[in-house]
């Protein structure tokens, strides 16, 4: 999982809360009152959260399904 580190906007340092953020959601907790519990108060930082998809698992997977070619090798 690649989880941002840090804010974007305000540049605080979020990474450290991300995994357990997405446990206790997925656990059916409310997200707003899971990034209350963790100190998350900026809106920016907030959103930091709740607007993360994952998408490196569907890259790699259509990387596998397709594959590279030869006109993606050259520059």
């Given at each position: 999982?690649?989880?941002?580190?840090?804010?974007?906007?305000?540049g605080?340092?979020?990474?450290?809360?991300?995994?357990?953020?997405?446990?206790?959601?997925?656990?059916?907790?409310?997200?707003?009152?899971?990034?209350?519990?963790?100190?998350?108060?900026?809106?920016?930082?907030?959103?930091?959260?709740?607007?993360?998809?994952?998408?490196?698992?569907?890259?790699?997977?259509?990387?596998?399904?397709?594959?590279?070619?030869?006109?993606?090798k050259?520059?």
């Amino acid at each position: 999982m690649m989880a941002p580190i840090r804010c974007f906007t305000c540049g605080a340092p979020i990474g450290d809360k991300f995994e357990e953020f997405r446990r206790r959601v997925k656990a059916g907790e409310d997200p707003g009152k899971v990034l209350d519990d963790l100190g998350i108060k900026r809106y920016c930082c907030r959103r930091m959260f709740l607007g993360h998809i994952e998408l490196v698992d569907d890259i790699i997977h259509l990387n596998e399904l397709y594959g590279s070619t030869e006109k993606d090798k050259g520059f």
